[in-house]
């Protein structure tokens, strides 16, 4: 099984085949393909050194990171905190989908802020995709408060999750009241 530290739930999302070493790009090519590919790929979500980190040339016998332990550990703690994640067992993409619905563009700057390969890789690609099914989210819901003006009926109809995951959209709500 495919171990995971938080963090890297979102490296596997931007990596575009660079690395710190061939052997890393080697196995990190691996494993992201597995991940994008197999469906139901099944992981364990780790608060320490994963299957990414066993092939990373910092990484030591001793330490997780022997040459960026507290910016690494603040990308993880970062990520638990966005997220609400434990350690335990996922479907990687149910994980994937569930992070990616409340992924912001802001958020991604807080959590990779420091990370090297966040200007080199597909990161910044994806947090603008991201932001514009947000952004398109939000507009059809401006549309249906319109469609629907009185507000109160339309918001028992969603579900709290739906509320909690638009909550964001109330930007946009609140001028149309």
Known sequence: MIRLRPHHLLCTQGYSGKGYSTEFVQNMSAI???????????IRLVFGSDSLCAHCPHHTAWTTCAKHRKKVSRFDRKTVEYFDLHEGEYVYQDLIRAIDAQMTPAML??????????PVSACKRISAENEMRHTERCASEAVEKLRFPNSLSLETTLSSESRRKNASCGHIFSSLV
């Open 32 to 42: 992201v393909h597995s991940l994008r590919n197999v469906p139901g790929t099944r």
């Open 109 to 118: 700057e807080d959590i990779c802020r420091g990370c090297a390969w966040y």
